[in-house]
T-cell receptor, first 113, second 116 residues
Framework: DQQVKQNSPSLSVQEGRISILNCDYTNSMFDYFLWYKKYPAEGPTFLISISSIKDKNEDGRFTVFLNKSAKHLSLHIVPSQPGDSAVYFCAASGGNQGGKLIFGQGTELSVKP | DSGVTQTPKHLITATGQRVTLRCSPRSGDLSVYWYQQSLDQGLQFLIHYYNGEERAKGNILERFSAQQFPDLHSELNLSSLELGDSALYFC???????????????FGPGTRLTVL
């Protein structure tokens, strides 16, 4: 049972444009959501998070939007840079999950110069 | 550098063998989590320890076990290894025992296990 889904395995964007990565979840008990970025041969790096009491959180070029009614979150990167090319994972926690994170399958973002 | 260290970086072994993966959390972090990433898979939660006590278990095989020591480092033991155990094993640490607020998990570089 895939509780967190990232339906797009890959995304290609031109440098300077907006990148939008999407994530859907099924467990309405999740109350905390995170995005991680992963380069090859490295561990995931925390990017940005959002609590379920908010619908938006912004940090520099990165903004996460949460739509609880649709059980959907998205990560916007504006403007996109070649260094943003990586695999992006969304993750969720909360409810009876304790501290563990439930990850999506990841979306590979490629930002072309 | 997340501050989480994992050793070894790579491990190649044969089926039926036993290995131990080691993780040292960030200074001050009490929680250690273990995740497995198989080929083309997302990260799957294995187990969570908080200040030496097991807090939660995921779909961890009975052949796998873990512990967190008084100095807060953790070891993941994998025994009777099978080909399908080949994967990246990540350790993460956080300050508290539940997610939310400032309790983000910080990941180590991983151990790549290859079972031949």
């Amino acid at each position: 049972d895939q509780q967190v889904k990232q339906n797009s395995p890959s995304l290609s964007v031109q440098e300077g444009r907006i990148s939008i990565l999407n994530c859907d979840y099924t467990n309405s008990m999740f109350d905390y959501f995170l995005w991680y970025k992963k380069y090859p041969a490295e561990g995931p790096t925390f990017l940005i998070s959002i609590s379920s009491i908010k619908d938006k959180n912004e940090d520099g070029r990165f903004t996460v939007f949460l739509n609880k009614s649709a059980k959907h979150l998205s990560l916007h990167i504006v403007p996109s840079q070649p260094g943003d090319s990586a695999v992006y994972f969304c993750a969720a926690s909360g409810g009876n999950q304790g501290g563990k994170l439930i990850f999506g399958q990841g979306t590979e973002l490629s930002v072309k110069p | 550098d997340s501050g989480v260290t994992q050793t070894p970086k790579h491990l190649i072994t044969a089926t039926g063998q036993r290995v131990t993966l080691r993780c040292s959390p960030r200074s001050g972090d009490l929680s250690v989590y273990w995740y497995q990433q198989s080929l083309d898979q997302g990260l799957q939660f294995l187990i969570h320890y908080y200040n030496g006590e097991e807090r939660a278990k995921g779909n961890i095989l009975e052949r796998f076990s873990a512990q967190q020591f008084p100095d807060l480092h953790s070891e993941l033991n994998l025994s009777s290894l099978e080909l399908g155990d080949s994967a990246l094993y990540f350790c993460a640490s956080s300050v508290g025992g539940v997610a939310g607020g400032d309790n983000e998990q910080f990941f180590g570089p991983g151990t790549r296990l290859t079972v031949l």
